[in-house]
């Protein structure tokens, strides 16, 4: 089955590490999201991305960056990971023109100490 | 930008009763409502959406409502049942084809036996 995988599935840093999220489709989407999630906060947007040179900044895209290395590949990086970064992140794929959609992946819990 | 918030933030009913789940957003431009079903320790599912030329829309035990005046939609589950136990999170974007989705806060929805 076509899927969005993310690795690593959990991760625990130290402040000040720099941590990369890594997100890989088989849908053959063009549109790809990194979402973070706190719990009473909902699912909030971080990145996007509509096609391979396309980077937008969400809601909270301070102290994250993204490249969006492929169509089918696109990584979320924390340059310097801060404890108030723990969080469950959920990279999302959709189809844009034909549907909207998103495709979650199953999440990749990060804990920054 | 689009702000949209949620109520209530849980939910407690018996089996068998109705439930419902209520958003405002704020951005008049909005005309795309998507509901999203995550259970726990899963990713997020669509289960219903509703565009803004549509009043109501139904799908088995569970529809939507939009009142584009008021700037508010609901989602009613009829006959609940324990597999209906989830946090539901509603959503907006002033299109579904070409915006980012700003998610709202989230229900917790418990069903009791």
């Known amino acids: 089955d076509a899927d969005v995988t993310q690795t690593p599935r959990n991760r625990i840093t130290k402040t000040g590490k720099r941590i990369m999220l890594e997100c890989s489709q088989t849908?053959?989407?063009?549109?790809m999201y990194w979402y973070r999630q706190d719990p009473g906060l909902g699912l909030q947007l971080i990145y996007y991305s509509f096609d391979v040179k396309d980077i937008n900044k969400g809601e909270i895209s301070d102290g994250y960056s993204v490249s969006r290395q492929a169509q089918a590949k696109f990584s979320l990086s924390l340059e310097s990971a801060i404890p108030n970064q723990t969080a469950l992140y959920f990279c999302?794929?959709?189809?844009?023109?034909?549907?909207?959609?998103?495709?979650f992946g199953e999440g990749s819990r990060l804990t920054v100490l | 930008g689009e702000n949209v918030e949620q109520h209530p933030s849980t939910l407690s009913v018996q089996e068998g009763d109705s439930a419902v789940i209520k958003c405002t957003y704020s951005?008049?431009?909005?005309?795309?409502f998507p509901w999203y079903k995550q259970e726990l320790g899963k990713r997020p599912q669509l289960i219903i959406d509703i565009r803004s030329n549509v009043g109501e829309k139904k799908d088995q035990r569970i529809a939507v409502t939009l009142n584009k005046t008021a700037k508010h939609f609901s989602l009613h589950i009829t006959e609940t049942q324990p597999e209906d136990s989830a946090v539901y999170f509603c959503a907006a974007s002033r299109a579904a084809y070409t915006d980012k989705l700003i998610f709202g806060t989230g229900t917790r929805l418990q069903v009791f036996p």
């Open positions: 951005d008049s431009a909005s005309n795309y």
């Open positions: 999302a794929t959709s189809q844009g023109e034909i549907s909207g959609e998103l495709f």
């Open positions: 849908k053959g989407h063009d549109r």
